[in-house]
T-cell receptor, first 114, second 112 residues
Framework: NAGVTQTPKFQVLKTGQSMTLQCAQD?????MYWYRQDPGMGLRLIYY???????DKGEVPNGYNVSRLNKREFSLRLESAAPSQTSVYFC?????????????FGPGTRLTVL | TQLLEQSPQFLSIQEGENLTVYCNSS?????LQWYRQEPGEGPVLLVT?????EVKKLKRLTFQFGDARKDSSLHITAAQPGDTGLYLC????????????FGTGTRLTIIP
């Protein structure tokens, strides 16, 4: 039981490049989330998916797209990276409103955009 | 706009001392959670409180949800180096809504 896994762990991009962050969970959770973490800002929700086939914007969705590929996988894509997207990105999953709303987090992806 | 403000932002104390960190908002939350995050890892849930005035204890950690459900506190008794980490509060604005709003975080360092 690996929990929530994320790839890659580290990435350096040049401005304008694109990339996809991958996330998978093996806990049969309905809901999945993407957050970014910046110093002094806590965690801010980018996008989330309440169930397979649905996605919704969070607090800071601009510059990102997501795909809920199946129940296990939820990817985050940066189409044209900008220095303002330098951050640590966390994927999380949980049972959502059908559970106690606990979210389980992956280890994070540290992204630097030059 | 950050809906949940945590204080202090940084706290460094000696092993054995007591401490309290706060999570405040002008908004009402249907439930509030506390997470701890260690360097290089994702946050891990410590507790969830759902009733105004509720107090929960987890060994040396005591969590309280304000009567009006707008604020919360975390008190640690006899802090140990293993308590070092980033403490995050997170609230659900609407009952049954799974989106969480995270606080700004308190980075705690316990000096042996």
């Amino acid at each position: 039981n690996a929990g929530v896994t994320q790839t890659p762990k580290f990435q350096v991009l040049k401005t304008g490049q694109s990339m996809t962050l991958q996330c998978a969970q093996d806990m049969n959770h309905n809901s999945m989330y993407w957050y970014r973490q910046d110093p002094g800002m806590g965690l801010r929700l980018i996008y989330y998916s309440a169930s397979e086939g649905t996605t919704d914007k969070g607090e800071v969705p601009n510059g990102y797209n997501v795909s809920r590929l199946n129940k296990r996988e939820f990817s985050l894509r940066l189409e044209s990276a900008a220095p303002s997207q330098t951050s640590v990105y966390f994927c999380a999953s949980g049972f959502g409103t059908s559970g106690d709303n606990e979210q389980f987090f992956g280890p994070g992806t540290r992204l630097t955009v030059l | 706009t950050q809906l949940l403000e945590q204080s202090p932002q940084f706290l460094s104390i000696q092993e054995g001392e007591n401490l309290t960190v706060y999570c405040n908002s002008s908004s009402v939350f249907s439930s509030l959670q506390w997470y701890r995050q260690e360097p290089g890892e994702g946050p891990v849930l410590l507790v969830t409180v759902v009733t105004g005035g509720e107090v929960k204890k987890l060994k040396r950690l005591t969590f309280q949800f304000g009567d009006a459900r707008k604020d919360s506190s975390l008190h640690i008794t006899a802090a140990q180096p293993g308590d070092t980490g980033l403490y995050l509060c997170a609230g659900a604005r609407v009952f049954g809504n799974e989106k969480l709003t995270f606080g700004t975080g308190t980075r705690l360092t316990i000096i042996p």
